[in-house]
Antibody
């Protein structure tokens, strides 16, 4: 059974940093593209970042480019999202998802809440 | 403002049919596959349709997808109260090298 478990969310002050993790099981981790997608309270889904199976290529939304970095450790079956210079508008539930190429996400985690507030 | 445009809400009676549109451009829907996701409030999104019109195992055949040019449509027949959820379309966008979603459509089964 494919499982994705996010962790690392919490309350952080504006300008602060946070690192999210997503631990995967039930599939060959190193064979899949992985994504971060977020959802602000009461809002729709927003694509954040993606990373190829080897980690050789990464993609980020313009809204987080230069502040967020996606990475992965295939030896630990873990996906990361390093978030710096956080803003109030980054407040959201952050989901990790397994990708089939860059086409779609077939499995999603339950999400971790990040709140940016003073 | 989402890159892909969806109606904010649709509604229909149980047993009826509803369609949800998703409009984009040549840089996303026009040249890439479209996927659809169902999200019951308070839960994670779930893949409903991929590659424009394919259903993963577990998606009932009451759900269908289609694409024409720079627009896509999700169709749901035989509506059930359990279909009440938010529905999102998604695609890759070549111009920004990033994924994009629609703003979401809330389905109400009256």
């Amino acid at each position: 059974e494919v499982q994705l478990l996010e962790s690392g969310g919490g309350l952080v002050q504006p300008g602060g940093s946070l690192r999210l993790s997503c631990t995967a099981s039930g599939f060959t981790f190193s064979s899949y593209v992985l994504y971060w997608v977020r959802q602000a309270p009461g809002k729709g889904l927003e694509w954040v970042s993606a990373i190829t199976d080897s980690g050789g290529r990464t993609y980020h939304a313009d809204s987080v480019k230069g502040r967020f970095t996606i990475s992965r450790d295939n030896s630990k079956n873990t996906l990361y999202l390093e978030m710096n210079s956080l803003r109030a508008e980054d407040t959201a539930v952050y989901y990790c998802a397994r990708g089939v190429g860059l086409d779609y996400c077939d499995y999603w985690g339950q999400g971790t809440l990040v709140t940016v507030s003073s | 403002q989402s890159v892909l445009t969806q109606p904010p809400s649709v509604s229909a009676a149980p047993g009826q049919k509803v369609t949800i549109s998703c409009s984009g451009s040549s840089s996303n829907i026009g040249n890439n596959y479209v996927s659809w996701y169902q999200q019951v409030p308070g839960t994670a999104p779930k893949l409903l349709i991929y590659d424009n019109n394919k259903r993963p195992s577990g998606t009932p055949d009451r759900f269908s997808g289609s694409k024409s040019g720079t627009s896509a449509t999700l169709g749901i027949t035989g509506l059930q109260t359990g279909d009440e959820a938010d529905y999102y379309c998604g695609a890759w966008d070549n111009s920004v090298s990033a994924g994009v979603f629609g703003g979401g459509t809330k389905l109400t089964v009256l």
